[in-house]
């Protein structure tokens, strides 16, 4: 049976490069091609690939949200992660969404290869960095270390603009709720993740990528 492959990049070179070795095998065929997930979310209701291979980070409609409504509308097609960042979050968050599958984009051809396999088989994959990020975060967590994926989806929105150092004024505008409201949602982040200052809250945020201060 041939394996249907759908490629979802930015990065015209990337998915030129991917799709001629995908191509080069005897059971895969690259059915299409998007750069953006709004572009992807439409290929896949036309043609119904087996495998999307996402990219995370993409301007407009970004990989989370792609995968999250594809696992919805199509549950049959896997979607496998394909990022430049090893990062908690979009880790986390493109696991919640649907995917069956994370691999960083310095991985070996192989390891796609495998890792498209593995996906199709209904089993997950991730590779060795994703698998050493993961337990790290266990590790953590057991330490009473709260992770991003314990976060609701308003604190997480609370503590990016936090770091990006927005005032509670300024959140409280562009959330449509009260000061009061959103410096309770900070108290209760810092109560958390055991933190006790707004600059050990920033540092977190950067840690674990909820923040574009180090991308």
Same mark, same amino acid.
């Given at each position: 049976?041939?394996?249907?492959?759908?490629?979802?990049?930015?990065?015209?070179?990337?998915?030129?490069? +991917?799709? &001629?070795?995908?191509e080069?095998?005897?059971? =895969?065929?690259?059915?299409?091609?998007a750069?953006? @997930?709004? $572009?992807? +979310?439409? *290929?896949?209701?036309?043609?119904?690939?087996?495998?999307? /291979? =996402?990219?995370v980070n993409?301007?407009?409609?970004?990989?989370?949200?792609a $995968?999250?409504?594809?696992?919805?509308?199509?549950?049959? $097609?896997?979607?496998?992660?394909?990022?430049?960042y090893?990062?908690?979050?979009?880790?986390?968050?493109?696991?919640?969404?649907?995917?069956?599958?994370?691999?960083?984009?310095?991985?070996?051809?192989?390891?796609?290869?495998?890792?498209?396999?593995?996906?199709?088989?209904?089993?997950?994959?991730?590779?060795?960095?994703?698998?050493?990020? *993961?337990?790290? %975060?266990?590790?953590?967590?057991?330490? @009473?270390?709260? &992770?991003?994926? &314990? +976060?609701?989806?308003?604190?997480? %929105?609370v503590?990016?603009? +936090?770091?990006?150092?927005?005032t509670?004024?300024?959140?409280?505008?562009?959330t449509?709720?009260?000061?009061?409201?959103?410096?309770?949602?900070?108290?209760?982040?810092?109560?958390?993740?055991?933190?006790?200052?707004?600059? %050990? *809250?920033?540092?977190y945020? /950067?840690?674990?990528?909820?923040? $574009?201060?180090?991308?």
């Open positions: 049976m041939t394996v249907r492959i759908l490629l979802v990049d930015d990065h015209q070179v990337l998915r030129e490069g +991917l799709g &001629s070795l995908l080069q095998q005897s059971n =895969m065929e690259v059915v299409g091609e750069g953006d @997930g709004r $572009t992807a +979310l439409r *290929l896949v209701r036309e043609l119904h690939p087996d495998i999307v /291979i =996402m990219d993409m301007d407009g409609m970004d990989g989370i949200d $995968t999250r409504m594809i696992s919805r509308e199509l549950p049959e $097609t896997k979607v496998l992660a394909l990022s430049m090893l990062r908690k979050t979009f880790v986390s968050e493109m696991f919640k969404s649907g995917a069956t599958g994370y691999l960083l984009k310095d991985s070996a051809f192989s390891e796609i290869l495998e890792a498209i396999n593995t996906v199709l088989r209904g089993e997950k994959y991730v590779c060795a960095k994703v698998a050493a990020l *993961l337990v790290d %975060e266990y590790v953590q967590d057991g330490q @009473g270390t709260a &992770s991003p994926a &314990s +976060l609701t989806k308003r604190e997480l %929105e503590i990016r603009m +936090l770091a990006d150092g927005k509670s004024k300024e959140i409280a505008l562009i449509e709720t009260s000061v009061k409201t959103v410096d309770a949602c900070r108290r209760r982040l810092m109560q958390k993740l055991g933190l006790n200052s707004i600059a %050990e *809250l920033v540092k945020a /950067i840690r674990e990528g909820l923040t $574009t201060i180090d991308q």
